[in-house]
């Protein structure tokens, strides 16, 4: 692949990926990660998303009252993320890149299958203790070995009865956490090249801009009917690469 043809692909992923978030509130690692994985290795996807991930993460994060309320609750949670997420990023750096690409795909298919069915889980606040380092230490590794933060922490997120700006917070947080933390584990483990910090420097304008036309897709269609396409892209997108991996 050329230059151009990479800035090509990093420009369309990211306004694409842009676009996910702006509509939806997510999405723009998973997307980003599932598209970029396709073509090479997930531990260079990884490393390309940080930036743009960690800038529109914490814009999530800041808006709104809640975000010092949410860290008291959920902060044995994000600390085990951190652990678990810089041990496990070290499965990125010595895996085969055809069975990180694997489990990237999995877990694309396990998310979107997750969230089309919508099941309906309550977490009760007793339980909330022991269960949050739980899903904790479990997104930790999956984010470490794959480079997509969504399970299992969104749905233990979304069941644990938060209004909805709580959980757009919540998610801010949790992504928020989890990039900085596969940042720390790439560098950790020598795998954050510097022409990668460039690359996912390049990659914030355009997913800026997809954030943008997203809110103003938002207005125009069905957030329901546009969720539904996109996971069923990711269904598709799960199977390509779980069938035909990065090589």
């Given at each position: ?6 800035f ?14 702006g ?16 073509v090479m ?5 990884a490393?390309?998303?940080v ?7 914490v814009?999530q ?17 994000m600390l085990?993320i ?16 055809v ?7 999995i ?6 299958a ?8 309550s977490?009760s606040?007793r ?5 949050s380092p739980i899903?904790g ?32 917070q919540a998610?801010g ?21 510097l ?9 914030v ?7 943008w036309?997203?809110?103003?897709v ?15 892209f ?7 690469l779980t ?5």
């Amino acid at each position: 692949m050329t230059t151009f043809e990479l800035f090509c692909l990093l420009f369309a992923t990211f306004l694409g990926a842009g676009v996910v978030k702006g509509v939806t509130g997510m999405g723009l690692p998973t997307v980003a990660t599932g598209v970029l994985g396709a073509v090479m290795s997930p531990l260079t996807a990884a490393a390309i998303l940080v930036v743009p991930s960690f800038v529109t993460n914490v814009w999530q994060l800041l808006v709104g009252p809640d975000k010092l309320r949410l860290m008291r609750r959920l902060w044995v949670m994000m600390l085990c993320i951190v652990i678990s997420t810089v041990l496990g990023t070290r499965l990125l750096v010595v895996v085969n890149p055809v069975w990180s690409a694997r489990a990237l795909g999995i877990a694309l298919i396990a998310y979107a299958a997750y969230a089309l069915l919508s099941p309906t889980l309550s977490i009760s606040k007793r339980a909330e203790p022991w269960l949050s380092p739980i899903v904790g230490i479990a997104s930790g590794v999956v984010t470490g070995a794959t480079g997509v933060f969504v399970i299992p922490a969104v749905p233990y997120l979304q069941s644990l009865g938060l209004q909805k700006d709580e959980l757009v917070q919540a998610l801010g947080l949790s992504f928020t956490v989890s990039t900085i933390a596969l940042a720390g584990g790439l560098l950790t483990h020598g795998a954050f090249r510097l022409d990668q910090v460039g690359l996912s420097l390049l990659a914030v304008v355009p997913s800026l801009a997809g954030m943008w036309l997203g809110s103003i897709v938002r207005q125009k269609i069905s957030p329901t009917t546009f969720r539904r396409c996109f996971l069923l892209f990711l269904v598709v997108l799960g199977l390509e690469l779980t069938l035909h991996p990065f090589s």
